[in-house]
């Protein structure tokens, strides 16, 4: 026969469905949990894979991981009373945990962190080691947090859990702990809140492909930037040098030329395998560049008239 207090759970039961990197303890909690299931049957928890994964985030089609939640939760016709973030104890908050959470975020609703989510940490025994130097408790070790993390703390209301699977007693404290907190949120997560984060997960696949594609293109060339205003001046000050030349050598002036043309041609071909880039020139550079050429020509054109003038 059972005791009031387990009738109590059991009439209490909640689902909770766990998110969160691999190695971070999500099937020992489910583990631990079902281990006591049989005298206080008050949680069943579910562990999702890909949310959060390191290894499938990185290598399996994000559409597919988003089935697979949408899967679990459709089968599970009520919802689930919490979504839980499961953290490890005693490791830095660091960017690959960021991107987890950013990835919750968008899968499962940009507010769902406010209304839906307890969070678990791990590795319990640790802390219990840590907090016999100075006596700190879980709850001061939460709000003492700076960052990134004290902001998620603050974000999830401060509904977090220590768990420590060493002992059966603690076990039963922390099953008591999770529901407690499960309870403070109130609302379950449904099938029409995962629909409602639908351009979360748009935005999910877009980043995917784009990752993918990015392996996938060739990786870029190296290429030279010219200064569009350089070329513009050089070439300017290379054709009032023929000009010049051809004023006094036909010969060395057709030399010229050819060097000019062969230059043209190298810097075409350059750009067209992608190895060098010309820069748009300054509209005023290239007009008085322009404007030079024309009144050097002139000034030729009028030089050698006079000098044949004056031969006659």
Not at 32 to 55: F, M, P, R
Not at 99 to 107: G, N, R, T, W
Not at 142 to 166: A, P, S, Y
Not at 300 to 309: C, G, I, V
């Amino acid at each position: 026969m059972k005791s009031v207090a387990t009738k109590y759970y059991y009439s209490n039961k909640k689902r909770i469905l766990l998110v969160g990197r691999e190695g971070n303890g999500k099937r020992s909690v489910v583990k631990s949990l079902k281990s006591i299931s049989d005298e206080y049957n008050d949680i069943e928890a579910i562990a999702t894979q890909g949310v959060g994964d390191c290894k499938e985030d990185r290598q399996e089609n994000i559409l597919a991981v988003i089935n697979r939640v949408q899967a679990t939760i459709q089968n599970t016709a009520e919802g689930f009373d919490a979504l839980v973030l499961v953290l490890k104890y005693g490791v830095r908050f660091t960017k690959q945990e960021k991107d987890a959470v950013e990835m919750v975020k968008l899968m499962f609703g940009d507010h769902v962190f406010r209304s839906h989510v307890t969070i678990i940490m791990t590795y319990g025994d640790l802390f219990e080691t840590d907090s016999d130097e100075d006596g700190t408790t879980f709850e001061s070790w939460c709000r003492e947090q700076t960052g990134d993390i004290q902001r998620l703390f603050e974000e999830v209301g401060h509904r977090i859990v220590l768990m420590d699977n060493k002992s059966r007693e603690k076990q039963i404290t922390q099953a008591r702990n999770i529901q407690r907190c499960v309870q403070l949120i109130g609302k379950k997560y449904t099938t029409e809140d995962f629909r409602n984060a639908e351009e979360g997960q748009r935005v999910l696949i877009a980043r995917e492909n784009a990752r993918e594609n990015a392996r996938n293109s060739p990786e870029p060339k190296d290429h030279t930037v010219i200064n569009g205003n350089i070329v513009v001046s050089f070439l300017t000050m290379w054709i009032c040098l023929m000009l010049f030349i051809i004023s006094y050598s036909a010969i060395l002036g057709l030399v010229w030329i050819a060097l000019l043309l062969l230059g043209i041609l190298f810097v075409h071909l350059q750009v067209r395998k992608g190895l060098m880039v010309i820069g748009r020139p300054n509209k005023y550079v290239a007009g008085i560049s322009v404007v030079v050429c024309i009144l050097y020509v002139i000034k030729t054109t009028t030089t050698k008239s006079m000098n044949k003038l004056e031969a006659t």
